[in-house]
């Protein structure tokens, strides 16, 4: 985000969303699943571009050597950058981490392709995004300021499966979760966390969010030796019959 007076204003409002009851919630089941789809992602370097929720919620978790937040110019980060222009070496990074980077950057896929040069051959990528045909995407489209405030966009699975296919990544799993209704009331306690177990039983179906886990993969290709027909045996200025 820019340093913008209504920037700050709206990054000031989500900070608020995310220490409330949903952010709370949302941050509690997102870190979970990526968690489970961390677990089997290794390497040296484990990037998250961009802020979302606390500074610990996710990179603790990665299983790589090293870790790094990449943050907008004047925010707190490891590494200072523009999304669509990280300052990072190429082939250099073994796990990206976008948690609804997406949404709220105004080029979307300028970040996947700076994604894809700095990942390394089969390195893993992660999505968090909104459902945009789920409860909480209805209330989005219905208020002022967004909910939660400051986002831009919703990107559905299907497209982000697109754009992910032309760079050369394949999608190899999807994670749909936080089933509760955009009701203040119904955000916090002991209900909230029974419906989260019982939408796991629909496999997410009734989910208000999404994990896209996603690998880059680098396809090695056999050169083929082209058939040689064999030449007709000559005697003199006789062709034998074949």
């Known amino acids: 985000m820019s340093g913008s007076p209504d920037a700050v204003t709206s990054a000031v409002a989500l900070e608020e969303w995310l220490a409330g009851p949903f952010g709370r919630l949302l941050i509690e089941a997102e870190r979970s699943h990526v968690a489970a789809a961390l677990e089997d992602v290794?390497?040296?370097?484990?990037?998250?571009?961009?802020?979302?929720?606390?500074?610990?919620?996710?990179?603790?978790?990665?299983?790589?050597?090293?870790?790094?937040?990449?943050?907008?110019?004047?925010?707190?980060?490891?590494?200072?950058?523009?999304?669509?222009?990280?300052?990072?070496?190429?082939?250099?990074?073994?796990?990206?981490?976008?948690?609804?980077?997406?949404?709220f950057e105004p080029e979307p896929h300028e970040v996947l392709?700076?994604?894809?040069?700095?990942?390394?051959?089969?390195?893993?990528?992660?999505?968090?995004?909104?459902?945009?045909?789920?409860?909480?995407?209805?209330?989005?489209?219905?208020?002022?300021h967004g909910f939660p405030p400051g986002l831009t966009r919703l990107l559905s699975r299907g497209r982000l499966r697109d754009w992910l296919r032309l760079l050369g990544f394949e999608v190899i799993e999807v994670r749909r979760f936080v089933q509760v209704l955009p009701v203040e009331a119904l955000a916090d306690g002991a209900f909230a966390r029974g419906l989260e177990r019982f939408g796991g039983h629909l496999d997410g179906r009734l989910g208000n969010a999404y994990l896209l886990k996603a690998r880059k993969r680098v396809y090695t290709l056999t050169p083929i030796r082209p058939c040689r027909r064999s030449a007709p045996a000559l005697s003199g200025a006789v062709v034998e019959p074949t």
């Open 113 to 144: 392709r700076e994604v894809e040069r700095v990942l390394v051959g089969e390195g893993h990528l992660l999505i968090l995004g909104f459902e945009p045909g789920g409860p909480w995407a209805l209330r989005h489209y219905l208020s002022r």
């Open 42 to 103: 290794f390497g040296a370097q484990c990037i998250q571009i961009g802020h979302w929720g606390p500074p610990d919620s996710f990179l603790p978790l990665a299983r790589t050597t090293r870790r790094g937040l990449v943050a907008e110019p004047g925010a707190r980060g490891d590494c200072v950058s523009h999304a669509a222009s990280l300052a990072i070496q190429t082939l250099s990074v073994d796990a990206v981490l976008l948690p609804h980077t997406l949404e």
